[in-house]
């Protein structure tokens, strides 16, 4: 009943590439038959729908299945990745998992019972309704992860209308809302879903050459990765049509060097969040950060602050472990500040990211992106440091490049101040910086601030 559309696309499409997992290609006939083979396990094993079931798995021929094989059975799915392991006794305590299901690397399976009995309010109302259900947690950076409450009912909605079918890397997570996305947006157009063994720009860049990908969803933080490594230079990549990035602030020198090398690749922004679903964007150009969002099942409004905020069809039931963050009126309170002109808007950044200098308004990602026109400078991560004075002054930590190994430190700030100060306004340019080595993102390929 639920997935009954992408069966039809499966029987449409059984000869041709569903999925490239392992070097080895498995087809949309292969596919079909693996979820009617999921389903008749779930009905040996006597899952009943309303379970809530924790699936511990990266994108696998076996793991997809799986996931519309528990829609059909309107279980309610809470994915994790090894990304998240240490949190995984938080995750089944927050979100009342009865069973876990992990899938192995070979892709074979196995089944925890637990003896935990789900009651909450949001459980409840997806299980009197028989609909699946399908729990997200944010990334939990300020503290404990959020678990938001989806219905997949309608979260399937947007992906019964047809569209372009691509072969598309599940770059972004198994157990994120962009990875869903792709995960789902592929699998109903008849487009090959291509996994990838981790996501260092060479593998993920070989992938594109070996098996012609040619939509690559990512984030900033791994565009910047693969210019830096100059990965780009060791592969053909000239099947790539579309990148597509979102999840974070793109520094615009970062876009400008994209799009200098790669004229002829499409970027597109992307918008969306753990709580509403992806919208629907367009952005002004390949080289702009403007973009228009909404689409059909979205809208949008801002502020007298300039915050973003959606009522979105797709959006969540509400938090398992938090207020509801919707306004008295349906609204979404998204939490970033965007500028305005005409129907494009542009994301700033976090509200709660945004640095206060005796007043003035300092966006991290804006100072990222002048630091990061300088060669040596591999990344770049911008806070706040408190001043009796003028409550905040502008500090930075710098990873840089190895071009830079017996250097004079002293010698390369002076040279990022000078260049800070020529493109920024005083208040802006960072007093302090501080060299650390390790990386500056997360293993989803988002910049972690220490803020």
């Known amino acids: 009943?639920?997935?009954?559309?992408?069966?039809d696309v499966f029987e449409t499409h059984k000869k041709q590439d569903a999925i490239v997992w392992n070097n080895t290609i498995f087809s949309y006939g292969w596919l079909k038959e693996k979820v009617f083979s999921w389903q008749q396990i779930l009905k040996e094993t006597n899952i009943q729908p309303g379970t809530v079931v924790m699936v511990e798995a990266d994108y696998s021929p076996s793991s997809i299945a799986l996931l519309?094989?528990?829609?059909?059975?309107?279980?309610i799915v809470v994915p994790i990745t090894a990304s998240v392991a240490h949190k995984k006794a938080e995750f089944i305590d927050t979100s009342e998992v009865e069973l876990v299901i992990s899938i192995k690397p070979d892709d074979s399976y196995k089944m925890t019972h637990l003896k935990t009995q789900a009651t909450h309010e949001h459980i409840a109302t997806l299980r009197s309704m028989n609909i699946p259900g399908l729990i997200l947690f944010s990334s939990g950076s300020t503290g404990k992860s959020k678990a938001a409450v989806h219905d997949v009912a309608k979260l399937l909605e947007k992906f019964k209308v047809k569209r372009h079918a691509l072969r598309a890397i599940t770059f972004l997570l198994y157990d994120h809302i962009g990875g869903v996305n792709t995960l789902l947006y592929t699998l109903s157009n008849g487009g090959c879903v291509i996994t990838v063994s981790d996501r260092q720009p060479d593998t993920v860049l070989a992938t594109v050459?070996?098996?012609?990908v040619e939509l690559l969803p990512t984030s900033p933080t791994f565009i910047n990765l693969m210019l830096i490594s100059e990965a780009y230079k060791r592969?053909?990549?000239?099947?790539?049509?579309?990148?597509?990035?979102?999840?974070?602030?793109?520094?615009?020198?970062?876009?400008?060097r994209f799009n200098s090398h790669f004229p002829k690749?499409?970027?597109?922004?992307?918008?969306?969040?753990?709580?509403?679903?992806?919208?629907?964007?367009?952005?002004?150009?390949?080289?702009?950060?403007?973009?228009?969002?909404?689409?059909?099942?979205?809208?949008?409004?801002?502020?007298?602050?300039?915050?973003l905020e959606v009522k979105a069809l797709s959006g969540m039931l509400g938090y398992m472990n938090a207020p509801s963050p919707y306004t008295e009126d349906g609204w979404f309170h998204t939490g970033d500040e965007v500028e305005v002109k005409g129907d494009y808007i542009k994301v700033l950044g976090r509200k709660s990211e945004i640095i206060n200098v005796g007043g003035q308004k300092v966006y991290p990602a804006e100072v990222e992106s002048v630091l990061l026109q300088l060669d040596f400078v591999s990344e770049a991560e911008v806070?706040?440091?408190s001043n009796a004075l003028l409550g905040n002054v502008i500090a930075c930590k710098i990873r840089l490049s190895e071009s830079t190994e017996g250097q004079d430190k002293k010698t390369l700030k002076i040279e990022m101040k000078k260049f800070c100060k020529k493109h920024l306004e005083g208040y802006q340019v960072p007093v302090k910086f501080h060299f650390d080595h390790s990386e500056q993102f997360s293993s989803r390929f988002k910049k972690q601030r220490s803020l």
């Open 1 to 7: 009943m639920f997935i009954d559309f992408f069966l």
């Open 68 to 75: 519309l094989a528990l829609v059909e059975n309107a279980a």
């Open 209 to 212: 050459e070996k098996f012609n």
């Open 235 to 256: 592969h053909d990549i000239s099947s790539l049509k579309t990148v597509t990035y979102g999840t974070e602030p793109m520094p615009e020198s970062v876009l400008t």
């Open 265 to 307: 690749i499409k970027l597109l922004q992307t918008y969306g969040l753990s709580e509403i679903g992806i919208l629907r964007s367009k952005s002004e150009s390949s080289s702009s950060l403007w973009m228009k969002v909404g689409g059909e099942g979205f809208e949008t409004r801002i502020t007298e602050d300039n915050i």
């Open 383 to 385: 806070y706040g440091m």
